[in-house]
Every structure is written in C-alpha cells, then in structure tokens.
C-alpha cells in the first residue's frame, strides 16, 4: 500500500511536469521568420563593446548594429553610416554621416549619437571593453562638426582609421545612457534590420524594424545556438532552421544532399603555428622555421581537409586583404629542401617542437594539425602538442609564457581586412612579445601612419615578402568559412563575416 | 528537532567545503580579467579590471569577502553579462528541474518492468537476448542516442523537433535521449535485484508454500529489489540536476549544465560558483528525500536511528 503511494505520488510530479511543459511551450515561428542557427551566441549578450569583432558576436550584431564603415571581401572599406571620409590632419579624420538613419527605438543617428558612443569607448569603462582596449585602443575622441559631420580623433596618426572603425557598432545614445551598458545588453538597440525581442543564452528573437535604413524583407529572424557541427546540419535538414554558419567541410555532401546550398566564403585568416623565437630553441634559426614550412604540403590540407574550398597560405595575409602580396610564393612542399635546411641548422638526426593549440575555431583544424604533425615526422620532427582551452592560451599569448617552441595562432585580419592586424603581432611589444625582428618592426610602424595610400600598400606588401622569408610561423592553410543556406532561402550573402541580414527573406 | 539542526550543520559543511574548494580551484584555473580584456590588451587595462572585480586583492582577502557574500547568498554578478549571478542561474533551474522530472519518469517505466521481466527468469533465451541489447546500449554515449533520435524523428520522418523553444513536442526528444542513457544501467541493477531476491529463503519459502508465480514477484520479489532501484534512481536525479551537459549542447537546451560550461569557458567565476551552490543544495535536498524514502521503504531503516 505504501509502495502504491509513492509510486502515484511520483506518477503525479512527473505529470503535473510534462503539463508544466506544455504550458510554457512558445508558439512556432511564423511563415516569414528566418532562423539561423549558429555555434554561440555573444556571451555578453547585446553589448557590441564587450566582444571581440569576429565569431560568435558578429553573427548577431549584424543584424541589429551599424558601424560607421565596412571592409568588402576585397579589403576595400566602403560606407555603412558614414558615406565620406578623409583626413583633416595627422591624426584627426573627418566623417560624413548618413542622413537617414534612425535607431530601432526612434532615436535619430547624426553626429551626437557617434560622439556619445566614442565618449563611452574612451571612458575608463569603455578601455575595459575588449573593442575600447585592444581593437582602437588609439582612439582619443570624437566632436562634432555639424549635424551629420563628425571628426574622430587619434593619439598618433592612422591610416587606416576607417577600416578600424567597422568593428565600432554605435548604439542609440538615449537608450545606453539611460538603461547603462548592463541593462542595455539585454535590450540592446541599433541602427540594424531587426529590433531584439528577447535575449537568452540559448535564443535571440527579433522582429523586422521597418524604419532602418536596411530594411529587412523577413518579419522576424531567430538566432539559435547550437554548438554541435552535426546538430546544426541536422536542424537544417529537418527544416527547422533555414540556415546555418559553420558547418564542416565534411558535411558538404549530406548538406547538399538535403537540396541546401553551400556557400563557401573565404575567411581573412590565414592557420598557422607560430614560433615563439623569443624563447629560444632550435625555432631561433630562420632556417628551421623555413624547413617546417617546407616539410609541409598544404595544398594537400587545403583539397583533403578543406574540401577544396581552402587554399595553401603563401604568407600571413589571405588574397581578400589589403597587403596581400601575390608575389610571394610563399613555401611549397619540399621534404628534401626541408630536411636539408634541418642539417644545416644542425637537426640531421631531427628534433622536437613542443607546441599548445586550440582546436574548434576553424573547420577542421583538428585534423589539420594532425596532418602537419604526419608531415612533420616524414622530415624528422616530431611535434608534441598539447590542446588547450583559449582561456589557458591567453593568458600564455599575452605574456608569452609559453613553455614550447609553437603555439596555435590566426593571423586575423578581420574585421578591417588589412594586413596591419596581424602584422601588429609580430613585433616587439614591450610585453609578451615572441618574436622581434627590428627591420620589420620600423616597417609595420611605417605602415601604421603613412596616410599615402599607394605608398602604404607597398610598405605592406614589402613587409609580406620579409615575414614570410623570416617566417616567424608555420603558415598552414589559407580559412574558410561555410554557410549552408536552405531550400527556398534567397538573398543570403556575407562578406568578411558580416551577413547581410536585410536581403535575406524565405520564398 | 535534533535531527533538523545534524542535517542542517551538515548541510553548512557540505556548502562551505564545496565553495572552499571552488575558489581554490578556480584562482588556480586561469585570471578572468585577461580574458575579459582580451587578445593583446595592455597590462594596465587588465589591472584595471582586476580592480573592478577584486582580484587584484590578495586571495585572502578575497576568499573572506567570497564567505561573507556568499554567507548573504550574493554570488556578485556574472562578468559577462553582468547580471546577479544567482537569478541568473535560477533562471535556468526550472527547465533543468522539469527535463529531470521527465527523464527520471520515463526512466522508470521504461527501465522497472525491463529489468523485472530480466530478472525474474533471466536464463530464458529471449530475456538473454534483451540482456545483450542492454548491455551493448549501456555502452553507447547520450550523444550518440541524441544524434540518432534527431536523425529519425526530426530528419527522416518530420515528426518531433530537435530544437528546444519550439513548442511543445520539442520536450520530447532530450527526455527520450536521458531517458535512453539512463535506462540500461537502471534495468540492469533491477533485473539483478529481482534475480538476487529468487535465491533467498524468504521467496523459496513462499514458492514451497505454493504462492503463484505474480504473487512472488509482486509481493515478495520487487519490494526488496526497489531498495536498489530507489538507491540508483536518486543517484540518477542528482547526476541530471548538475546537467545533462551532452543533452544540453545537441538540442541547445538551456539548462544548468549549458550555463556551467559557457561559464567556465569565459571563466565567469561568480556564475561557476553559483551554478556549483544551486547543484550542491538540490543534490542535497535529493538525499534528504531519498533518506526518507528508504526509511518508508525498508522497516529496518525506520527502527533504527538514522
């Protein structure tokens, strides 16, 4: 009999939960939503500043910010809110804004509203953010010309300040001062195609804000994260979502399979273990670095692992990018020159390259380092890595602690497309620095303030033919970034990971 | 009155150890403000986020405040999204809760009469045949179960959503999925159960006596065999209070283990830290209640002083 009891009282808690259940069941999407489903959601949620400008945030704020330029997949920036620019002296630029925007709560975009979001960015808060202390650190200020005019100010001169600028979203400066930058990343509100509705860790719902000046063609778009590669594939095959970003080059085929339209675009970054020559070790001789190289065969990588879609990296910069250099050749796969750099360096017997890597970034990259490793052991050496979690490679990278001779790293030119980002790695920083080389130093600081064009791009594209001879890296594959569209999805495009959410509607 | 105040100081030790050895543990995990500041931040930014948060305090001057705010239930707020730590967690308690709730029912009724048709003649050829299945499920991973349900119901016939938010049915699959994992172990420590109970004297006493083959079974052999059952069961809640991780991830489930993860990954030490406190007291709770059912359960228990 007390058995009977506990065993209905139980029937009875589960139950009344499956109701539960059912009651908080939200209804399903509408006809013309479009839902994407994508690896993570900014963790910081709707506050633009917090994040850094590439994945995971950039898939969400797209569709609700505008930054004040934008880079083309060709490294040309091009106009987003503001429409003009140009230098009034070293170190101020002067913006030309456009005149009809308004934010997603009424608020009107002009000058005030980039000067307030600049204010911020410049503020002690504003330095703690990831966007105010390491993507315009140089920033000094805005002020106001005129109600659609704006000069932008920096500590030294910048040439490329407008490309810069694409990773600064500006917010509606009534709402961020009113709600504070905590409250605001929940209700966050922009210039973008959709107005957030709601923000959770696991969804992001937003309607169309038919007032933007890019009007959205869907009514509502829904970002879900899912952080599993073949869960995502599966929730676009069963029509749950009509799109993806990130799936794997090896699920291509089941992809298109399913009638869904693979988009492969290639991403500014190029894979590479980098050298810790600071440290010292067998990758202090240049010849070493350049046997690695060698001893590669990228292109293998780039057709077996990539599915085509990726390219053997001759340099630190990818093709889309302002100071890509198509002369160099880079390092092609060579065992034999491999192995004879290695006994000249005094490794005939070989050696080892201990290495930390973060795998999950990039497609693949597991893999990809498993195949270097292979190819590394033909000509002798024999590489030792350690995966880790970014947490632990932080810390290591901006101290440069590490213990090995290598360490996974992107040269990452996103989101301003220009050689400069990465370039700015490997210098001599006073702190943490890995590597050094003073000729190349003065010409990246070169780079940074001649404000000629056509005489900056050549100091970009000689820095490329030094670093890839010095070769502080072993440049691997040139990254791709795949979206898999579904049947009946139209308008979709993306170009240097900003997706263009106002075209894209379901037919 | 007594029994209250023990299970009361117990719980205090077992809360204080736990948060004791996470802050330990999390000081040693890697500097938060690196990762907030992020890549190629200068050093004078990064102190200054230490500040902000306290870290730039020495740990044991850190590790009081933690006691005292956490001794006030103030877990601070997340440095991510900066909301209050613990709202922010139990935000995600109910669905954690109601996906438990569900998996373990299910569990039950799948896994309890399995594991009594086992038990009862398990040298059958047939019930050898369901014993294999089992072992061999037992083996296989809640990812690879969740990835296959999604493959069937979702993929190939339509039917159910893999995507949790969706609707009603979108309930359906990650319960099936624990539900799955969970059951082999528990069908297997039932049918043991059942077959341990066909040796002792008490059942071939009854048999000799002529009882009918249900009689013995119903009245004789489960009794006895749900003891172990109740034991694994609680063990079961529990594991899911803390997060069905896997179930989680495959069906962006928003539940206490999807938190924990994210947050460890961005080092969010006072989300960990609330998260770990929320899933020490439920597990708790679950074993004051399970102390209580055994007690119900079992006249030997009741008799003596536990």
Redesign the interface.
């Known amino acids: 009999m007390r058995h009977k009891k506990i065993l209905s009282a139980t029937l009875s808690i589960a139950l009344s939960a499956l109701m539960i259940g059912v009651s908080q069941a939200p209804v399903s999407a509408a006809t013309s939503t479009i839902t994407i489903a994508v690896p993570g959601l900014p963790p910081s949620q709707g506050n633009p500043f917090k994040e850094g400008p590439g994945t995971p945030g950039i898939h969400t704020y797209a569709a609700i910010f505008d930054a004040l330029t934008r880079v083309d997949d060709k490294g040309i920036v091009r106009a987003r809110l503001a429409t003009y620019w140009k230098t009034i002296n070293s170190t101020t630029w002067r913006f030309t804004l456009r005149e009809d925007v308004k934010f997603s709560n009424g608020e009107a975009f002009n000058a005030d509203a980039v000067n307030d979001t600049i204010d911020f960015l410049v503020s002690a808060d504003g330095r703690k953010t990831t966007i105010g202390s390491t993507e315009l650190p140089e920033l000094t200020g805005a002020k106001k010309v005129s109600e659609f005019v704006v000069d932008i100010t920096t500590k030294t001169p910048d040439a490329i300040l407008p490309a810069k600028l694409a990773a600064l979203y500006i917010v509606a400066p009534k709402a961020w001062k009113a709600a504070g930058q905590d409250v605001f990343a929940k209700a966050p509100i922009g210039t973008g195609p959709y107005k957030v509705d709601s923000i959770t860790t696991t969804r992001i719902e937003m309607s169309a804000f038919t007032g933007s000046w890019r009007e959205p063609k869907a009514d509502k778009l829904v970002i879900i994260p899912l952080a599993d590669a073949a869960s995502r594939l599966q929730a676009l095959q069963s029509g749950q979502v009509n799109m993806v970003a990130g799936i794997n080059p090896d699920q291509i085929a089941a992809a298109k399979k399913s009638k869904a339209t693979v988009i492969s675009i290639p991403a500014p970054q190029v894979m590479s273990l980098a050298y810790n020559v600071v440290g010292g070790g067998a990758v202090k001789d240049v010849r070493v670095r350049q046997a690695l190289n060698y001893a590669v065969d990228k292109e293998a990588i780039a057709n077996g692992l990539l599915a085509g879609k990726g390219k053997a990296a001759t340099q630190g910069v990818t093709p889309s990018v302002l100071g890509y250099n198509k002369a160099v050749q880079g390092y092609p796969y060579d065992p034999a020159k491999a192995k004879e750099l290695l006994a000249a360096a005094g490794y005939e017997k070989g050696l080892t390259i201990n290495a930390d890597i973060t795998v999950g970034s990039f497609p693949s990259d597991n893999l990809i380092y498993q195949s270097v490793k292979s190819d590394l052991a033909k000509v002798g050496v024999t590489l030792n890595y350690t995966t880790i979690t970014f947490a632990q490679w932080l810390p290591q990278y901006n101290a440069n602690s590490w213990k090995g001779e290598a360490f996974g790293l992107s040269w990452n030119s996103a989101p301003r497309g220009d050689a400069s980002r990465p370039y700015a790695i490997f210098v001599c920083k006073p702190v943490g620095a890995f590597y050094c080389n003073a000729e190349e130093d003065a010409l990246v600081k070169k780079s940074n303030t001649e404000l000629n064009a056509a005489k900056r791009l050549a100091i970009l594209k000689e820095i490329a033919v030094k670093v890839t001879a010095s070769a502080p890296a072993l440049y691997i594959v040139e990254q791709i970034d795949l979206y898999a569209v579904g049947k009946g999805v139209k308008g979709f495009s993306a170009a240097n990971r900003l997706i263009a959410y106002e075209n894209i509607y379901v037919r | 009155m007594k029994a209250v105040g023990s299970r009361l100081l117990q719980l205090i030790v077992l809360l204080g150890t736990i948060s004791t050895t996470l802050f330990l543990l999390l000081r040693l995990?890697?500097?938060p403000a690196?990762?907030?500041?992020?890549?190629?931040?200068?050093?004078e930014?990064?102190d200054?986020?230490r500040a902000?948060y306290g870290f730039d305090k020495s740990l044991l001057q850190q590790y009081l405040m933690f006691i005292w705010d956490i001794a006030r239930l103030d877990f601070g707020?997340s440095l991510?999204?900066?909301?209050p730590a613990l709202g922010f967690v139990l935000?995600?308690l109910p669905s954690t809760?109601?996906l438990t709730?569900?998996a373990?029912?299910?569990n039950?009724i799948i896994a309890i009469p399995a594991g009594v048709w086992l038990g009862a003649k398990p040298t059958q050829r047939r019930r050898k045949v369901l014993s294999t299945i089992v072992s061999v499920a037992q083996g296989t991973p809640a990812y690879v179960i969740g990835?296959l349900l999604?493959?069937i119901f979702?993929?190939w016939l339509?039917w159910l959503?893999?995507?949790?938010?969706?609707?009603?049915w979108?309930?359906v699959l990650p319960t099936a999925t624990l539900s799955f994992a969970l059951a082999p172990n528990l069908i297997r420590v039932v049918a043991a159960s059942v077959e341990d109970t066909t040796r002792q004297d008490y059942y071939r006493t009854a048999k000799a006596n002529g009882a009918a083959p249900n009689v013995l079974l119903i009245k004789h052999s489960l009794?006895n065999a749900?003891l172990s059952t109740t034991s694994l069961l609680g063990a079961q809640f529990a594991f899911l209070l803390s997060g069905a991780l896997i179930t989680e991830?495959?069906?962006?489930?928003?539940g206490l283990g999807?938190?924990l993860v994210?947050s460890i990954?961005?080092?969010?030490f006072p989300t960990i830290q609330a998260t770990v406190f929320v899933v020490a007291y439920l597990v708790f709770i679950v074993n004051l209640i399970m102390d209580q059912?055994f007690r119900?359960?079992d006249p030997r228990l009741r008799r003596s002083q536990l």
């Not at chain 2, 690196?34 to 050093?43: K, Q």
């Not at chain 2, 991510?80 to 909301?83: G, K």
Request: hydrophobic residues 50%; aromatic residues 12%; proline residues 6%.
């Open positions: 995990s890697g500097d690196i990762l907030l500041a992020g890549e190629g931040a200068s050093p930014t990064i200054a986020i902000d707020r991510v999204n900066s909301q935000q995600y809760l109601h709730f569900l373990v029912f299910f039950s990835l999604i493959q979702s993929v339509g959503p893999s995507i949790a938010g969706t609707g009603t979108a309930w009794p749900l991830y495959i069906f962006a489930w928003p999807l938190i994210q990954t961005n080092l969010d059912v119900l359960a």
